[in-house]
């Protein structure tokens, strides 16, 4: 595939290959796996998406990754489903998803849908990473009706149930906080089983969020009240908390753990932070340049490297 200076991929189309197995650590073990790698594009035409994943692909990446937000100052957004619907096709491998789907702002039952096609599109490669969303988002700003966290969990938990309950394509009723879906059938239901993975974000030191994502199948760690690089005290530390309470609620096998954040081009660094970050317990490392006025050929020439050796 060649790929233009605008981004675009030129190449022919392909048909999604088979599921690709997920979760390395263990949380009653507490030990990690080997480090996959992702890559958020974080500004560019949707043209140059879909190309950047069919680079990314073909670079050694893991998983490519777009973003879910109506509207942030300073920012190009696109539809993400869109995106995702068009690189499911134009790629065999990677994993695809969101860092991080906001499910508050969306209607549960459209959510439920556009899942189920992405999961089908892509043979199985969907991934969701879902939190409360960024609060200068318009969605949450902009649109005359100002949602507050509390709001925004009640309606991640809700989109959630729906989710799960849509998953096996029979008919969905959910009487949520908030939402409420009655005698709704999803056929064909998802093409993974018992759902598409769902990644939670945990944000450290938050015992509450911590436990939400405890319940699902893995953590995007973050910190609550700090922009600060996730240390491996933040990550050990919320380790703990998830793997008592999966310990509790009798939940056992694999648990993606995921860490955002750059990876840096000099090969040596990238592999001694790799190298750490599996240590600590964490399974995906994703790629995510969020700084202003870096031009897109600076993020396509850094997927180009490929993900670090280790």
Known sequence: MALRADGAGVGS???????VPIGAWDARAGRGGVVRFGF?????PPSAMVGLAELLEEAGWDGFFTWDALAVPGSDGWDPWALLASAAVRT???????????PARHAAATLARQVQTVDHLSGGRLVLPVGLGV???AAYSSLGREISVRDRAAALDDALAVLEAA?????VTVHGRCTTVEDVTFAPGTVQRPRVPVWVVGAWPSRRSLERAAHWDGLVVQRLRSHDPVDDEVVRGSLELIGERREAEGRIGPYEVVVSEPVPEDPAE??????????WGVTWWVHADWAPGTPLSAHLARAGLGPPTI
């Open 13 to 19: 189309l392909s048909v999604a290959g088979p599921t």
């Open 40 to 44: 958020v594009g974080t500004q560019g």
């Open 92 to 102: 065999s491998r990677v994993r695809l998803g969101a860092m991080v789907f906001a």
């Open 135 to 137: 609060d200068d988002d």
């Open 167 to 171: 998953a096996e394509g029979g008919s």
């Open 270 to 279: 990238a592999a001694d932070r790799a190298a750490a970050l599996a240590d």
